[in-house]
């Protein structure tokens, strides 16, 4: 059986375990009418999308902006916020994430590839 979520996780910076609390909570209640499948954890495949929020934290803006234009992502994984929570939480590990081979997504400047210039200092949590 294949299990497809979909949700919209607490946002802002310094929410990453109440994510995965949250994370957790989902895991646990939700249950489904299926007698092979009751939860999502009895699912053979499970794909989970979403606003998931996690952000990269602990990173300069410089240094993230040059790793964007120069699309050096790996080097963010490290500070990457559920790459930091899997080596923690056992629940998340459980879940594989594909390669991180694309730009971090916010926000953008209307029409534009840019990121949204007015919020140029909460983009990764600068304040």
């Known amino acids: 059986m294949l299990c497809f979520l979909n949700c919209h996780l607490a ?14 909570y989902i895991m646990d209640k939700l249950a489904f009418d299926c007698e092979n499948a009751p939860k999502i ?18 990173h300069g803006m410089h240094f993230v902006r040059s790793c964007i234009e120069q699309q050096n992502y790996s080097l963010l994984w490290s500070k990457d916020q559920l790459t930091m929570m899997k080596k923690k939480e056992q629940l ?11 730009q971090p997504t916010y926000k ?5 590839d840019n990121y949204d210039s007015r919020l140029y200092r ?5 304040k």
Do not use: C, T
């Not at 953008?108 to 534009?112: A, P, T």
């Not at 909460?122 to 600068?126: A, C, D, E, R, S």
């Open 41 to 58: 954890a009895d699912h053979k495949l499970v794909f989970w999308f979403g606003d998931l929020n996690f952000r990269i934290q602990d």
């Open 11 to 24: 946002a802002h910076m310094n929410y990453a375990s109440e994510r995965v609390d949250e994370f957790e």
């Open 122 to 126: 909460n983009w990764f949590g600068f």
């Open 92 to 102: 998340l590990q459980e879940f594989d994430e594909g390669p991180l081979d694309f």
């Open 108 to 112: 953008f400047d209307l029409n534009s």
